[in-house]
């Protein structure tokens, strides 16, 4: 079985810095690229990041480039979301799926449980 | 700000059957494979249909998909009170390199 589950998530002050973890399990992760999802307190999802196979390659949406970075840890089968320069904005369920349209970022059928961050002072 | 755009809200008595639209362009839509999400309230997003038309194993033939030009539509069938939530359409945008979701349709059962 499939399962990812999101840590890191919390209270932050504007400006801070924060690292949210997903741990996989129940596939061969190394061989799939993951994403991070975002949803802020009553609005819909907003993609935020992905990350290739090997970790070469990563995309960010336009509101997070140059404060957020992802990386992954094919050991621990693990994949970060390192968050700086937070804002009040950046207030969101912080979801990471696994992409399962072979690489494309196309669409994610396991989703984990969520990760709240609160950026506020 | 979302480059999907979605209608609201839709909704329809038991039984009977509602569409939702996603418009995009021809840097996501137009050429990329489109998946569909329900989302009951509190939950994770669940995957409804990926390549545009294609149901996950387990989830029921009420719900379809489909994809012309730059548009998709999903449709549900045989509504139900367990249908309502919200839906999401999502893709890969060529032009932004990154993914995107649509803005969120509320569906409700009257």
């Known amino acids: 079985e499939v399962q990812l589950l999101e840590s890191g998530g919390g209270l932050v002050q504007p400006g801070g810095s924060l690292r949210l973890s997903c741990a996989a399990a129940?596939?061969?992760?190394?061989?799939?690229?993951m994403v991070w999802v975002r949803q802020a307190p009553g609005k819909g999802l907003e993609w935020v990041s992905a990350?290739?196979?090997?970790?070469?390659?990563?995309y960010y949406a336009d509101s997070v480039k140059g404060r957020f970075s992802i990386s992954r840890d094919n050991s621990k089968n693990t994949v970060y979301l390192q968050m700086s320069s937070l804002r009040a904005e950046d207030t969101a369920v912080y979801y990471c799926?696994?992409?399962?349209?072979?690489?494309?970022?196309?669409?994610?059928?396991?989703w984990g449980q969520g990760t709240l961050v609160t950026v506020s002072s | 700000q979302s480059v999907l755009t979605q209608p609201p809200s839709v909704s329809a008595a038991p039984g009977q059957k509602v569409t939702i639209s996603c418009s995009g362009s021809?840097?996501?839509?137009?050429?990329?494979?489109v998946s569909w999400y329900q989302q009951l309230p509190g939950t994770a997003p669940k995957l409804l249909i990926y390549?545009?038309?294609k149901r996950p194993s387990g989830i029921p033939d009420r719900f379809s998909g489909s994809r012309s030009g730059t548009s998709a539509t999903l449709g549900i069938a045989g509504l139900q009170t367990g249908d309502e939530a919200d839906y999401y359409c999502?893709?890969?945008?060529?032009?932004?390199?990154?993914?995107?979701f649509g803005t969120g349709t509320k569906v409700t059962v009257l």
């Open positions: 799926a696994k992409d399962d349209g072979g690489g494309s970022l196309e669409h994610f059928h396991h």
């Open positions: 129940g596939f061969t992760f190394s061989t799939y690229a």
């Open positions: 990350i290739s196979v090997g970790g070469v390659n990563t």
């Open positions: 021809s840097s996501n839509i137009g050429n990329n494979y």
């Open positions: 390549d545009n038309n």
């Open positions: 999502g893709t890969w945008d060529r032009s932004l390199s990154a993914g995107v």
